[in-house]
């Protein structure tokens, strides 16, 4: 059975923890969960399933960040949440799939005893605007029948940040996890450097035609 609004905020504290709680954000049977003000969007032309993958962070400003469409956008939610002997459940929302907009398209069902942060991701079949703190998903419970065996991965388990995709621990050729963000700013100071020393040398190298 899911757990009806009173009954999520009869249980914080116990089997659940939601921070920080707003009391406006509960529903009939399910809670708001709302967008941190960061994004990761990977960088590679290919991703690798077996392999970490490059990322760039994007901040959304107050006046807020247009997504493109053909792009996958990982955000996580601002509320910090801990599940005891149920089943958490994250959904989009209507308002925003009737937009164009679909969030956390897949595993919707979350682990009894997962604590941290949820990562979401972000798709859009045409541009739309998009801003922090907005109620971007929402959170249910369900309870389970039989005994409990709580989460003790340590994947993805305490997240605080965005979390890229972890797959390649999976496979026998994994190796430590490095996050690999990219450094797009000093990337492009590194390019424009080096376009102005070949050109620089190039003018040199003229001089002895004339």
């Known amino acids: ?9 009869s249980r914080l504290g116990s ?35 077996k392999e970490p993958n490059r990322f760039r962070r ?8 247009i997504l493109s469409p053909g792009q996958l956008y990982l955000g996580r939610t601002i509320e910090y949440t ?24 897949s595993a919707g069902f979350g682990s009894i005893g997962y604590r941290g942060h949820w990562t979401i991701e972000l798709y859009t079949v045409q541009p739309i605007r998009i801003y922090p703190g907005v109620k971007i998903c929402q959170i249910a419970y369900q309870e389970i029948i039989g005994q ?5 991965s340590s994947k993805y388990q305490n997240s605080r940040d965005i979390q890229p995709s972890l797959m390649f621990k999976e496979f ?3 190796r430590e996890y ?26 040199g190298d003229s001089s002895h035609f004339v």
Do not use: K, W
């Open 172 to 174: 026998s050729c994994r």
């Open 1 to 9: 059975m899911i757990l009806s609004g009173e009954e999520i905020r």
């Open 178 to 203: 490095e996050q690999l963000q990219l450094d797009f700013d000093t990337l492009a100071a590194s390019c424009v450097e080096q376009c102005v020393s070949q050109s620089e040398n190039s003018d």
């Open 82 to 105: 801990e599940t005891h002997r149920l089943v958490p459940m994250l959904t989009g929302r209507s308002s925003l799939s009737r937009l164009g907009l679909f969030v956390h398209g």
């Open 15 to 49: 089997d659940i923890c939601i921070t920080p709680f707003a009391d406006e954000q509960c529903n009939p049977n399910s809670y708001d969960l709302t967008l941190h003000n960061e994004l990761l969007v990977y960088e590679e032309v290919v991703l690798d399933i």
């Open 58 to 65: 994007l901040r959304i400003p107050e006046e807020g960040l």
């Open 148 to 152: 409990v065996r709580e989460c003790c």
